[in-house]
């Protein structure tokens, strides 16, 4: 129960993440990549906006893909738990480069 307890955590602050991305007035360029500096943006807020949304629907697939964890933990349904996150984080991966940054790199 801890754990999953502590995925809905890592969850929901991916989600808070993304909701703060959304609204942010910030001038600069949201990073998404660690430790990564960002990229020249042509238009700051759309680009603010759109990882924003990215990182709250990976933060609700997230969420999601921690259920089977309320079977136990060592429930052979962990397995989709893990396998599913990998296949999320490689999907968002490709959502940012083709789509988004494609979209906003001057």
């Given at each position: 129960?801890?754990?999953?307890?502590?995925?809905?955590?890592?969850?929901?602050i991916?989600?808070?993440?993304?909701?703060?991305?959304?609204?942010?007035?910030?001038?600069?360029?949201?990073?998404?990549?660690?430790?990564?500096?960002?990229?020249?943006?042509?238009?700051?807020?759309?680009?603010?906006?759109?990882?924003?949304?990215?990182?709250?629907?990976?933060?609700?697939?997230?969420?999601?893909?921690?259920?089977?964890?309320?079977?136990?933990?060592?429930?052979?349904?962990?397995?989709?738990?893990?396998?599913?996150?990998?296949?999320?984080?490689?999907?968002?991966?490709?959502?940012?480069?083709v789509?988004?940054?494609?979209?906003?790199?001057?």
């Amino acid at each position: 129960m801890l754990g999953f307890i502590i995925w809905m955590l890592a969850g929901g602050i991916m989600i808070f993440y993304g909701i703060y991305g959304c609204f942010s007035k910030r001038k600069t360029a949201s990073g998404f990549w660690a430790n990564a500096k960002t990229f020249e943006v042509n238009d700051v807020k759309g680009y603010n906006r759109a990882v924003g949304i990215l990182w709250c629907i990976f933060g609700v697939v997230f969420l999601l893909l921690g259920l089977p964890l309320l079977a136990g933990q060592n429930s052979t349904y962990a397995i989709i738990s893990i396998f599913g996150v990998m296949a999320e984080s490689v999907g968002a991966m490709v959502v940012y480069t083709v789509v988004i940054e494609k979209k906003y790199r001057r």
